[in-house]
């Protein structure tokens, strides 16, 4: 493990198919950051600093991202992050996660709810995203076809795009979140091979099931990003009993990265309304 200078340390959690990667700093009601595919913890700096003062601030590379290992079994992300919540004796906590993390984050509310206070999403409803808006297709399609002739370097580009979304150029972004991005997702793609096989096994009916999530939700969504992101969180918070939809303005997917004051503000307004579901998680 390796001390860094907020405070926090960098520990791996070894399990019966190598080892996931997570940061842990301060004390307190545990708070666990889930980050988006193809990046990873990096991405929460920003809110790593300003939580662990008041809470236990969690925040795991998921398998196959980050320095965490890559799949060689079935698995799901949801079992992943129970059993490191587990391990580490805590729970309820808070679930935060922007895109793939937040699909993570309803996965774990639906299949582990003894392990979960609340939940918060950005971009994204739950694991089983769909797409329509033709910005989307077209960005997907680019990547994809990026991939298919080996071309990593289009395959960034269309990643990062989302940083920006449809309604601004990427020169918009500033570019240091922009290189944070690409570095993140540069470090995970060059993990994998092509046509190695997707081992991730997905959770049943996340739609359906959707309204048995006995916890409050809350979305936090960018207001430039695309129409396919925030109607699947809006969706979600429709469908749950207990939740409601805010904005971050001159944000498009990665709110937390580019207008991290605002949504920080949002996130502990939210906490401060939670109620008290146990003592574990100080340790």
């Known amino acids: 493990m390796s001390a860094v200078a907020d405070h926090s340390e960098t520990f791996s959690f070894p399990t019966s198919d190598g080892s996931l990667s997570y940061r842990d700093a301060g004390e307190g009601r545990p708070l666990v950051l889930l980050h988006a595919g193809f990046f990873d913890h990096r991405m929460w700096e920003d809110q790593i600093r300003a939580f662990a003062p008041r809470h236990r601030v969690i925040a795991p590379d998921a398998r196959g991202h980050g320095a965490s290992s890559n799949a060689t079994r079935p698995f799901r992300p949801a079992d992943d992050l129970a059993a490191l ?31 979960v206070r609340a939940v918060v999403v950005s971009g994204v409803g739950t694991s089983e995203p769909y797409f329509e808006d033709p910005w989307s297709l077209e960005v997907l399609g680019e990547q994809s076809s990026a991939l298919a002739a080996g071309d990593i370097e289009g395959w960034l580009i269309g990643h990062v795009r989302f940083a920006a979304g449809p309604h601004r150029p990427l020169g918009d972004v500033d570019p240091d979140i922009a290189n944070r991005l690409r570095a993140m997702a540069l470090r995970t793609i060059s993990k994998h091979t092509a046509g190695e096989p997707d ?85």
């Open 85 to 115: 919540l587990r391990h580490l004796d805590v729970g309820p906590a808070v679930l935060v996660g922007v895109s793939m993390g937040g699909g993570t984050a309803v996965d774990t509310a639906l299949e582990h709810p003894e392990l």
């Open 199 to 283: 081992h991730r096994l997905p959770v049943p009916r996340t739609w359906r099931r959707a309204a048995s999530i006995g916890v409050p939700v809350l979305a936090i969504n960018g207001a430039l990003d695309v129409s396919d992101h925030t109607a699947m969180a809006e969706r979600l918070i429709r469908a749950v009993p207990d939740g409601r939809a805010v904005s971050v303005e001159n944000t498009a997917h990665f709110p937390n990265m580019e207008r991290p004051t605002e949504f920080n503000a949002l996130l502990a307004e939210f906490l401060d309304t939670l109620p008290d579901r146990g003592p574990r998680g100080s340790g």
